[in-house]
């Protein structure tokens, strides 16, 4: 009886998922959309930077750095 309370805890908890892109983690994906509103109001301003606040610009080079081609030499 305890191997079979056992191997059904360890299929449960197989099957939870510790992914941060998954749907039900959804506090990152509230901050990601925000950020994504964000960024589409930016990239309207994009032709002429001298016009961005501070946070704006940090958003801006933050995405601007995220598609880069270049490694990341932070690692």
Request: charged share 30%; hydrophobic share 35%; net charge positive.
């Amino acid at each position: 009886m305890k191997f079979l309370i056992l191997l059904l805890f360890v299929i449960l908890f197989n099957n939870c998922s510790l992914n941060k892109d998954s749907q039900y983690w959804t506090v990152d994906a509230v901050k990601k959309k925000n950020n994504q509103i964000k960024l589409s109001e930016i990239l309207k301003k994009a032709d002429d930077i001298t016009t961005m606040t501070p946070s704006e610009y940090e958003i801006y080079i933050d995405d601007y750095t995220k598609k880069s081609k270049y490694p990341d030499i932070s690692k």
